[in-house]
């Protein structure tokens, strides 16, 4: 029996026999974090054999699949398109050593892996700060900075042509609910979301006074069928919002994104340069460029947030300002400091954090520190029960 045989039959004899009910809430938390790490390698591990078999179709002697991925598909239990994904990431890796090493030491899952490797093999030279995205962030955010790392590194013309061409409306159903996605151009997305914008926030305003809570998603729903209903003809619809567009000013100038260089549309994704030209003179452009006014000076002795602040806090802080807290819808803006105490509104004193976080720094006693990476640590009140402060 070989040794991974061995380490397979031990955690088959730990999974048989394991009651978590005998744990203190503290040791199940610390006992996941180690049981993730072993997932890591463990997958690391089933990938990197499975190109193997896939490179010498050694899995062809054992199987009657088609094709690899169909193979790995069948073995791991996922969808065809995740097996083809993992067997790419793990070619990817052979370009990324640095990326490499962080997946067989535990510290990258392969879905992480996945949109470093991808991102870098667009931009050889965006990998490292793909690898501190992955570190100190959530998979929302790590998937964004690729993309903007991808569209940096692809040509304007050509993405835009495909995202026209491949561009879709589908549903399907599900029992008695039907189901859809589509696709398109981001500049066209925008405008759809942007719309629906003014009517989710009215359908949520609705809902918190009458003592409900749903998810932003089902209220944006709500809000999608408010379009087509009676009395939400032209006349009625709500004013369109300020579009802003984060760009850096070379790309700007030069008229074309290059490597490291951003212009997208924030909440939604990449878009041409040509189209931030274009609505240069649409009076309800909010355009943030990099090398702009330093927003950093800009401060208010009053709790009124000035718009030029509001603009520098949110291209800041796009996620919860919480450690690995890539919450990115409804943030909220909160002083670190007591206004009654500080008597100011600045740049350093204020960031963003989602309804939770804010709650809990706000009416439950926790505390936050600065991490010095655009981060803040959550810290749980001395009186807080013991498995919640262990946390």
């Known amino acids: 029996m070989s040794r991974l045989e ?7 004899e730990v999974a048989r026999g394991l009651e978590p009910d005998c744990y203190s809430g503290a040791d199940a938390a610390r006992f996941t974090a180690v049981a993730a790490r072993a997932e890591r390698l463990a997958c690391t591990i089933k990938t990197l054999l499975a190109r193997r078999a896939a490179d010498t179709r050694g899995w062809a002697r054992s199987s009657h699949a088609a094709s690899p991925e169909q193979w790995l598909a069948e073995v791991t239990g996922c969808t065809e398109g995740a097996a083809r994904d993992a067997l790419q990431t793990v070619q990817r890796l052979d370009a990324l ?4 090493q962080q997946v067989r030491a535990g510290a990258l899952s392969m879905a992480q892996a996945s949109h470093v490797s991808a991102g ?4 050889l030279g965006a990998e490292q700060r793909l690898l501190e995205t992955a570190k100190r962030s959530g998979m929302r955010e790590l998937r964004a900075e690729r993309e903007r790392v991808v569209a940096a590194a692809t040509d304007e013309l050509e993405a835009r042509r495909r ?18 996605s589509f696709s398109g151009p981001t500049e066209d997305v925008a405008k759809i979301l942007h719309a629906l914008e003014p009517l989710t926030k009215a359908r949520f305003d609705e809902a918190r006074r009458a003592g409900e809570r749903e998810s932003r998603d089902a209220y944006r729903f709500d809000a999608f069928v408010g379009l087509v209903e009676p009395g939400t003809g032209p006349a009625s619809k709500p004013q369109p919002q300020a579009v802003r567009v984060r760009i850096d000013l070379p790309a700007l100038l030069r008229g074309r994104t290059e490597p490291g260089e951003t212009c997208e549309i924030p909440g939604v994704g990449p878009v041409a340069v040509r189209h931030a030209r274009e609505v240069l003179s649409n009076g309800l452009l909010q355009l943030v460029i990099t090398d702009g006014v330093d927003v950093q000076t800009v401060v208010s002795n009053t709790r009124h947030v000035p718009p030029a602040l509001k603009i520098a806090i949110a291209e800041r802080d796009r996620v919860c300002k919480i450690h690995g ?11 670190t400091f007591d206004f009654v105490d500080s008597h100011r509104t600045t740049y350093h004193e204020l960031g963003n954090l989602c309804p939770k976080h804010h709650d809990l720094v706000t009416h439950r006693g926790y505390t936050t520190t600065d991490n010095h990476d655009g981060t803040w640590n959550l810290h749980p009140p001395a009186n807080a029960p013991p498995d919640e402060a262990a946390a």
């Open 6 to 12: 061995r380490i397979a039959a031990d955690l088959d």
């Open 97 to 100: 050593p640095d990326t490499a």
């Open 120 to 123: 870098a093999c667009a931009d």
């Open 163 to 180: 995202a026209k061409d491949q561009r879709h409306l589908r549903t399907w159903t599900q029992g008695f609910a039907t189901h859809g």
């Open 325 to 335: 807290c890539d919450h990115d819808h409804a943030l909220e803006r909160h002083h």
